[in-house]
């Protein structure tokens, strides 16, 4: 999970068809989990993929979301419950954390899926946000490392290198001084969403992060990576 700085996000929203794609037969309804105690306000929101999808694939996504969701519920009860009974026991002011989320469905095309999730967080008068991505091939159901967006013997990590690097000395009022000597190359499993036009790289806190914000991701088209991206990705915008 990633710290992003995403605010009032509606979701979710539908990808319109475009020439020579096939828009996936799903959609989405939502869970939601309210409830507020002492200690802890929630206001959560668990996406339920539905459609004409194999039924285990779908329920294999559907469990891995929820169970994202239920982690980050579960970890902030236990962190509330500990600092109310801390802060009682010290005499101090207490507020009730806050905590919700929101899902943002990017991609929906080609057998191929792109959903992310953001969490935020209220605690001790701040607010934070975390984002996590869950990309998908529909077909086989598998987890899409980002290799596997990309022709077999390419060298992706070098061209989204030379992209990211590319991006930032083009925009260098939008990045903190010391960025690029701070960029060491991206990881091979680096995070990432797809949208219509472009390849979302994602990262750690403080590892790439433009000026007054939490998020670090930078958006590369699909056109600058066309010589080396499998068809059923550069098929979405051609």
Same mark, same amino acid.
């Given at each position: 999970?990633?710290?992003?700085?995403?605010?009032?996000?509606?979701?979710?929203?539908?990808?319109?068809?475009?020439?020579?794609?096939?828009?996936?037969?799903?959609?989405?309804?939502?869970?939601?989990?309210?409830?507020?105690?002492?200690?802890?306000?929630?206001y &959560?929101?668990?996406?339920?993929?539905?459609?004409?999808?194999?039924?285990?694939?779908?329920?294999?996504?559907?469990?891995?979301?929820?169970?994202?969701?239920?982690?980050?519920?579960?970890?902030?009860?236990?962190?509330?419950?500990?600092?109310?009974?801390?802060?009682?026991?010290?005499?101090?002011?207490?507020?009730?954390?806050?905590?919700?989320?929101?899902?943002?469905?990017?991609?929906?095309?080609?057998? &191929?899926?792109?959903?992310?999730?953001?969490?935020?967080?209220?605690?001790?008068?701040?607010?934070?946000?975390?984002?996590?991505?869950?990309?998908?091939?529909?077909?086989?159901?598998?987890?899409?490392?980002?290799?596997?967006?990309?022709m077999?013997?390419?060298?992706?990590?070098? &061209?989204l290198?030379?992209?990211?690097?590319?991006?930032?000395?083009?925009?260098?009022?939008?990045?903190?001084?010391?960025?690029?000597?701070?960029?060491?190359?991206?990881?091979?499993?680096q995070?990432?969403?797809?949208?219509?036009?472009?390849?979302?790289?994602?990262?750690g806190?403080?590892?790439?992060?433009?000026?007054?914000?939490?998020?670090?991701?930078?958006?590369?088209?699909?056109?600058?990576?066309?010589?080396?991206?499998?068809?059923?990705?550069?098929?979405?915008?051609?």
């Amino acid at each position: 999970m990633y710290y992003c700085n995403v605010h009032n996000v509606k979701c979710p929203y539908y990808i319109k068809n475009s020439y020579r794609t096939q828009i996936n037969n799903l959609n989405v309804i939502t869970d939601e989990i309210n409830s507020e105690n002492q200690n802890i306000h929630e206001y &959560l929101k668990v996406p339920v993929l539905k459609g004409a999808i194999s039924p285990k694939i779908l329920d294999n996504i559907n469990s891995n979301i929820k169970n994202d969701i239920f982690e980050f519920k579960d970890q902030l009860e236990l962190a509330a419950d500990e600092d109310a009974k801390e802060k009682k026991s010290s005499g101090s002011n207490f507020s009730p954390f806050q905590i919700s989320n929101n899902y943002i469905l990017t991609y929906n095309k080609n057998g &191929l899926l792109s959903i992310s999730l953001i969490f935020q967080e209220l605690v001790n008068g701040r607010n934070s946000y975390i984002r996590t991505s869950y990309n998908y091939n529909l077909k086989t159901g598998e987890s899409m490392p980002l290799e596997s967006l990309f022709m077999t013997g390419t060298d992706y990590i070098d &061209l989204l290198n030379k992209q990211i690097i590319k991006e930032i000395k083009a925009n260098p009022s939008s990045y903190s001084s010391n960025t690029l000597s701070n960029f060491k190359g991206i990881a091979k499993d680096q995070p990432y969403y797809l949208d219509n036009n472009n390849l979302n790289i994602f990262f750690g806190f403080n590892q790439i992060s433009p000026i007054n914000s939490e998020i670090s991701f930078i958006r590369i088209p699909y056109e600058n990576l066309i010589s080396i991206l499998k068809p059923d990705i550069t098929r979405s915008y051609i």
